[in-house]
């Protein structure tokens, strides 16, 4: 058995985790005033980026260490039932859009929208829906993060047992794969219905995400994979800066005409789908950053707000499909019931309260299972693993 | 920032209902023919001040023929009639502006189509017609199929570069907004597309969609209101649209 560092979790990452899904969370509301100044105001990347990375950073870290610890066979186990929870959280997720869908296509029927009602197609071919869904195929808004994330795990059952010594090895691949889909925009995923593809491109965002895992496993073995270089610090520094005056000029632009969208001849198109070279760079320099400059025991951590953001954060997935169907629910009364600004206020405040509370209260639950001695070891695990 | 833009727009809003509940109230209101008109005043912030195609509106003024090919979706066809689609009420109210007689406006609306299916009737059917101006309805099956945004926009650009270079106007259109529809689909992405590649491609964008939705939340039409009348409310939203999309040629005079 290697020597591994043990490592107790770091609260930057659960804090910007859990910051990412209350961004993501605001930016799945369609007009939502709050989304001009999350992350992709000011960023090509966006909350997307945090989250892939970050999961795949912890995914190095918990999984790395059991694979270092206990035998082959045990990791694979850990991995394949954290797969497991995804994908039954992803149907229940579905199961309750659905559910959303219907009722409204079933109140709203109106000969001028005869096209948007096609999007009930689904409701038609149930037969047909349903095992695409089951396939990871049918990923309507809202339904493509979880999907994603899926096959990056699943992934991972090869590469990781594969890289724990040497975590630059998971790269070469996957950055082969990521050149081949920027340069020919080949492959991707199927989707449902025919001719489409999957809004996040597995084979380009794979390489984030083994990014993130690799760092995972470099710590583990106490191995930087970046060097604390302040050359390539300042560097990072000047991306974030101009990709930030760059985007905001476009933030801005769409609100006011006379503030020019700088240089967007020139960079759009951006592709979210394929993980565009620009968010990538853009989003590893906010990282190298946000790493150089956030100390893990610094003061601001320790703040409620903070901690509140930490306790969602360290339930990603449970914080997470809650952010979907509140987002799915915020929209629905933001355009049932006007989306002035009181009521903009009162549904962000009450979806991010939703989520706050109900990370504390998970929180809280698993305390008092850790406290009887049959459960201590399950709720132990169930902390680790997010 | 936007903030402030929603404030003054809801503020127009209020007013705005408030106007049209006294003139439904009042039995002085009693002029039949400007009362859609006066209903359906663009959104302050989407007045057209200026004509986007000086050439097109001087062409106009001077009488000289003109040949318009609307292309699009259901909404472009348009529901019951043919001569109730917007596209034959932009005809009637360009010809009523200029005292015309020559202005025609073609519509090859064809339902269920996506951009990249509409890019393929450009080239086919729209260019042997020699328009002067091209308006392009597309994006609601785009964003009801899930088409990606990346084949999206290139089907726009790949259609707007084609227009261009045979020498075309072209004005783009977004999508119909009811509250309904709006529920169930994710618009926003797809109109954030549009948005860009207009901007890139520095093409005018007419934005069916944040013009609707000033309308419903203002309370000057119920898109989801009861059906009886739906055919009705039909008949008036296109005919809103047609005068609207009169105005990005030849805007009023202040």
């Not at chain 1, 930057?12 to 369609?30: E, M, S, T, Y």
């Not at chain 1, 994330?149 to 991972?156: C, N, P, R």
């Amino acid at each position: 058995m290697p020597q591994t560092v043990v490592i107790s979790r770091d609260a930057r990452v659960d804090f910007f985790r859990g910051l990412a899904l209350v961004f993501i969370f605001i930016d799945h509301i369609p007009d939502d005033v709050l989304g001009d100044f999350t992350l992709h105001t000011v960023g090509f990347c966006d909350a997307a980026e945090v989250f892939i990375f970050l999961s795949g950073y912890s995914a190095g870290l918990y999984y790395g260490r059991a694979f270092h610890r206990s035998d082959f066979i045990h990791g694979e186990a850990l991995l394949l039932r954290r797969i497991w929870t995804l994908y039954t959280a992803h149907i229940f997720v579905f199961m309750i859009y659905t559910a959303a869908v219907s009722y409204t296509i079933e109140v709203f029927h109106n000969p001028m929208y005869s096209e948007e009602l096609e999007v009930g197609d689904f409701l038609t071919s149930t037969h047909v829906v349903i095992v695409k869904a089951l396939l990871l195929q049918f990923q309507p808004a809202y339904l493509d993060i979880l999907p994603l994330y899926i096959v990056l795990l699943a992934l991972q059952l090869v590469l990781m047992p594969l890289a724990l010594r040497y975590p630059l090895a998971l790269l070469v691949p996957s950055a082969v794969v990521y050149l081949v889909v920027q340069i020919w925009g080949w492959p991707n995923l199927s989707a449902y219905p025919e001719d489409r593809t999957w809004y996040f491109n597995p084979f380009a965002w794979q390489f984030l995400f083994c990014l993130g895992v690799a760092l995972g496993l470099g710590r583990l073995i106490e191995r930087r994979l970046f060097p604390h270089d302040r050359r390539l610090f300042m560097v990072a520094v000047a991306v974030v800066l101009i990709s930030a005056v760059i985007k905001l000029s476009w933030t801005l632009h769409w609100h006011f005409d006379d503030i020019p969208a700088l240089l967007i001849g020139w960079l759009e198109p951006i592709s979210k789908t394929n993980l565009a070279p620009l968010r990538l760079i853009n989003f590893m320099a906010l990282a190298l950053v946000v790493e150089w400059m956030v100390l893990p025991q610094a003061q601001f951590l320790a703040t409620r707000p903070a901690r509140a953001m930490i306790a969602c954060g360290q339930l990603s997935l449970n914080i997470f499909c809650l952010g979907i169907l509140l987002s799915v629910t915020g929209h629905f009364v933001l355009v049932e019931f006007g989306s002035g600004l009181v009521m903009q206020a009162v549904v962000n405040g009450c979806g991010i309260s939703a989520m706050v509370a109900t990370a504390y209260f998970i929180h809280w639950f698993r305390r008092v299972e850790r406290r009887s001695p049959a459960t201590k070891a399950g709720a132990k695990r169930a902390v680790d693993e997010e | 920032m936007r903030l402030w833009l929603r404030v003054g727009r809801v503020a127009t809003a209020m007013v705005t209902g408030i106007l049209f509940l006294i003139e439904v109230g009042s039995p002085v209101a009693a002029d039949p023919v400007p009362s859609v008109a006066d209903r359906c005043a663009p959104p302050p912030d989407l007045v057209a001040t200026e004509s986007a195609f000086p050439t097109l509106a001087d062409r106009l003024r001077q009488k000289q023929p003109m040949v318009i090919v609307a292309i699009g979706g259901a909404s472009t066809l348009g529901v019951g009639p043919m001569a109730q689609s917007y596209p034959a009420r932009l005809e009637v109210e360009l010809s009523r502006r200029y005292g015309a007689s020559n202005i025609r406006v073609i519509n090859l609306g064809v339902a269920r189509e996506t951009a990249i299916k509409m890019l393929r009737r450009l080239s086919d059917d729209v260019l042997p017609l020699k328009p002067q101006l091209v308006i392009w309805e597309t994006g609601t099956n785009d964003a009801v199929f899930g088409v990606t945004l990346d084949d999206f926009a290139q089907a726009l650009k790949d259609g707007l570069g084609l227009l261009k270079a045979a020498g075309i106007d072209v004005l783009l259109m977004d999508m119909q907004y009811s509250r309904g529809s709006a529920e169930v689909i994710n618009f926003e992405r797809y109109m954030e597309t549009m948005l860009g590649v207009a901007e890139v491609g520095d093409t005018r964008l007419f934005r069916r969609y944040a013009m609707m939705k000033y309308w419903s939340e203002s309370g000057v039409f119920d898109f989801d209101g009861p059906t009886a009348g739906r055919q009705e409310l039909v008949a008036q939203i296109y005919e809103c649209i047609a005068r609207r999309v009169a105005d990005v040629i030849s805007p009023p005079e202040p």
